[in-house]
């Protein structure tokens, strides 16, 4: 399940509306075939796990991030008819799909075929993996990820609003990577005027890869145009053709989205300096401070140069 | 040597304004005698270590964490006499002693007595743990630390002043260790009028330490006293009977004294909780972001609690 699921991250924000799964085929103790859902979102990873497989795929166990689907559709037939059809004996699955053109029936039609299914192997993991698509299923919008790049004492910028550089390059290169997992990428009006972002993914071998520029506006522009996107709301994200949101600045913005309780995610990158007087995350509604703890949990750090980066998910 | 040293931390902050040094006499392989400079500054740490191993020093190695005294005072002899008498045959000094009174003419007794003498071992951590009584030599100033306890967009207290609690009990009871390693705590007049805070040592064992408080004022109070002793500008920590200061608050004391390039080791106590529009850091003269840069060296980390402990200085 390992193995499905890091297959399942080559196309993470890459195969909007669908999730990104992986499969594992696995025969007699060797891998027979694997497949992860192809950029655009056909074929799954069912269908070219098997197809790499062939014949070798009668008796073999199936390991799927996510139960397989039961609805076919122009672009190809429904997976678990593909299983079935390919004589593997076994499915051990991690998640259940919250479609509700499968929601149960994949696993009902593996199971009436005679396949032993297994599911729950992995599914904390898995969550993680297809946190975009299962944030679009239960709340209806992106998983919404907030970067920061801080000095010591959280400042954003310097006063008159310069950020160049907070963060060293091996930081900034791990932000570029982190947005080539985003379908798009948001910054509030002030940052888009100010510096025209090209927020586009500047590391050897993934030029090609260009999110969709997303801009937060109090006011509403005279036409929605591709690119940039304006969005008048946090709220607004729900309507993205994104299940992968970065926010990038400046903090104002951050502070909208976190008032909204709209952030899933802080991308921390931490400076050893310290500023003084610098740009600093404004009010979020804050109550009391009690109110502040128990809201995140750190679920990665590493050093990055001489920074740090402190990755917080939802507590 | 990393004995002396771990034994010379034992009355860190207590020995002022002598160093705080160990000793560690071995024989044939075995410790025969150990020291340590005791509170108040006397007896030294050799005499101690001497007293303890009697007759068993006849051809021992002495480890010691300074250059020993070749001054002798009405509350003893000189230790470089001592270690002559007792017919060590090595010693191994760390650090020499900056002190005009010794500064060379320790080791050059030591030698003409015959005994072997290297000095250099382990002299960054005799640095370290020698960083008060080192800073007082060269600077005539305390070894100042500043600590922080922060929300991760670095603010130290709510917008309305409140701070408890940013973080959790083993961050706070690590901060009450710090000040048991200090001589004097200082805060700012703000927060001396809003809190009147103890500044004690409230952990189990060090109910005795009461580090001298200290108030930073703009103006003048009176009378000085002895306690809370009052000072009106960073400069003037200078004259307080102190080789360690604490800097506790508020927000603005702290860039005062960073404003003032009198802060040698930052102590960040890090919450993973956001505040937004806190008491942050305000101006510490910074021109650029460049100048930030390359001033703050990574020391110690670790993880209390939910909290995480940064240590830096100066790089």
New interface residues.
Partial sequence: MAAALALSERTRARTFPNPNVGCVLVRDGAVVGRGWTQPGGRPHAEAMALDEAGARARGATAYVTLEPCAHASPRGPACADLLVASGITRAVVALGDPDPRTDGAGLARLRAAGIAVEVGIGADAARRAMAGFLTRRALGRPYVTLK?A??????AA??DG?????TGPEARAHAHLERARHEAILVGRGTWEADRPRLDVRLAGLEGRAPLRVVLSAGTPAAQERDPRWTSTPAGIASLPADHLLIEGGAGTA?AF??ADLVDR?L?YR????????R???????A??GD??A????ADSRQLGSDRL?V?ERG
């Fill in positions: 920061l801080l000095s010591l004492d959280g400042a310097m006063a310069r950020s160049q550089w907070i502070a976190l008032r802080l921390l400076a050893p300096i310290l500023i003084g007087g610098g600093t995350l404004p009010d979020i509604g804050l009391a401070l502040a703890h809201r995140w949990r750190l402190e917080y």
